[in-house]
């Protein structure tokens, strides 16, 4: 039986983020008002990530990640991009299908 998992979230429109987007659950902002199904489906990885880790330590493992990247001597960008969960939703936002076959907690295996 084939796995179909559908994130439920909503998209605000915010012209003064300083990102493309941004995934706080259950809202994705965008600052484009078309933004790209790739970055919408990039976030909703991140929706996905959040469920599956009751929101709030997401964004606390979010945090602590990127500060231990930081503290390693990484630059902000390099911080950023080394967060596992951005591994995972970079690695699969151009696959438009991955969240019909993501199996939790994924994110893992991107340490």
């Not at 605000?12 to 983020?17: E, W």
């Not at 790209?36 to 606390?60: D, G, S, T």
């Not at 500060?67 to 080394?82: P, S």
Request: aromatic residues 20%.
């Amino acid at each position: 039986m084939e796995n179909r998992r559908k994130a439920f979230f909503f998209t605000i429109y915010c012209p003064f983020l300083n990102v493309d987007g941004m995934a706080i659950f259950p809202f994705v902002l965008v600052k484009s008002k078309n933004p790209p199904e790739v970055l919408l489906n990039h976030e909703r990885i991140h929706l996905a990530q959040q469920m599956e880790l009751f929101i709030l330590p997401f964004y606390c493992w979010y945090f602590l990640a990127y500060c231990w990247n930081r503290f390693k001597g990484q630059n902000h960008h390099q911080a950023y991009q080394n967060i596992i969960f951005e591994k995972e939703a970079y690695e699969n936002d151009e696959n438009l299908q991955y969240l019909t076959s993501r199996k939790k907690w994924s994110f893992v295996k991107y340490r």
